[in-house]
């Protein structure tokens, strides 16, 4: 969430400054930076203790001029429009930089899913997707999962959406192997952060990664592979910090066994014998070499941003970094590797997902590995021409590389 920043505007901040660079006109931005799509549903749900509860539903289709619009379903009790809409609109940049034919969408629900129990949610998943069906689908919008969804919440799109159009396990990704997902789906995204950091640590700023010290906020999905990855490139994971708790070793913590810990303790960090503990609003001033953040948006702030020690920042997260606080980064010489990029390797990998449910055939986790590694080194490659170039930062090469490929297309089938 974006805290008192609205996010769409952050979003848009970021989207003219590379809208500059290619000089575009006002009409042009006006078009790229508008949704095509907004849809607002009513889910009447009656719950287990007999309550009838009306819970708000919400799908932005942003951009399709590239391809099928493709984002994740958020469950969170703070979701608003405006923070969907710069969800999707991200996700329509992130797709065009690392070159995969989708557009940008996102949805979700407000609703505790903490909350709730799981006939709760599947009964919410299943209206909120039967009364979105009609602009779902494999050629049309793809969702995926995000904050609080999951590989069983998709399998019930796919179910709900089966029951009016037909199995067709392409109209979602993110499913559970045995309904069509794909190896490598789950540890995707952390993968592309790890190798980010990577080209970013040793490429660019020409330092080896071996015992490179590493700060986390996160250790879901995202920051427990991305952490697990770099461990394996020999960087030391020193501070991890997730919303129950945070644990630190200046030797780099086992992680391993930390990953074993968290699945086998309510997925969180907190009480881990294998280091210190301290409190996790301290992460951002751990001593380290990279940071990642790998949890929310808006949390890397004009409060926040002077005590970090990092030199490389790589987002893990979606708009962790307030527009004030990149400006505190670039002004004090931190490279910053953008959400777009960073954490572009799980909409790579859905991507790979879709195209084996269409062509009905699998590939194994190290074919995906090889592939998704591929696709990230060219963009990676693609966003550092644009940044030398135009002198510009990593957010803005990102950006300008993304606009103009969906100019491009958008100039080709007309506007
Ligand atoms: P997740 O639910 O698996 O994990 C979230 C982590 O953040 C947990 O460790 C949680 O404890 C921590 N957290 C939550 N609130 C916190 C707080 N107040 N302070 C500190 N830590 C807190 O989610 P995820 O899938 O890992 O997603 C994390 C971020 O990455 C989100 O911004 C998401 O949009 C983004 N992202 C995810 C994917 C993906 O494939 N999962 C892809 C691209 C971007």
Known sequence: MAGSTNLFDSVNRQFDAAADILGLSQE?????????????????????????????????????????????????????LDDVRALASLNTWKTAVVNIPFGGAKGGIRCDPSKMSQHELEMLTRRYISKLSMVLGPTRDVPSPDVNTNAQTMAWVMDEYGRKNGHQPACVTGKPLELGGSQGREAATGKGVAICAREAYEGVMGRSLRGARVALQGFGNVGSFAASFLHGMGANIVAVADEHGAVRRAEGLDIP?????????????????????????????????????????????????????????????????????????????????????????GVTVSYFEWVQNLQQLFWNEAEIFEKEEKVLVQAFRDVADKVQRHGCTWRTGALVLALERVRTANELRGW
């Open 257 to 345: 066994a930390l990953f074993a810990y968290v699945r086998q303790n309510r997925g969180t960090v907190a009480g881990f014998p294998g280091g210190e503990a301290f409190d996790p609003a301290a992460v951002w001033e751990q001593p380290c070499d990279i940071l990642i953040p790998a949890a929310l948006g808006g949390v890397l702030t004009e409060a926040t941003a002077p005590a970090v020690t990092a030199r490389l920042i790589v987002e893990g997260a979606n708009a962790p970094t307030t527009p004030e606080a990149d400006r505190i980064f670039q002004e004090r010489g931190i490279l910053l590797i953008p959400d777009i990029l960073a954490n572009a390797g």
């Open 28 to 80: 042009i931005r006006e078009l790229l930076k508008t949704p095509y799509r907004e849809i607002t549903v009513a889910m009447p749900i009656r719950m287990e203790d007999g309550s009838l509860k009306v819970f708000k539903g919400y799908r932005v289709q942003h951009n399709g001029v590239r391809g099928p619009q493709k984002g994740g379903i958020r469950y969170h009790p703070d979701l608003v």
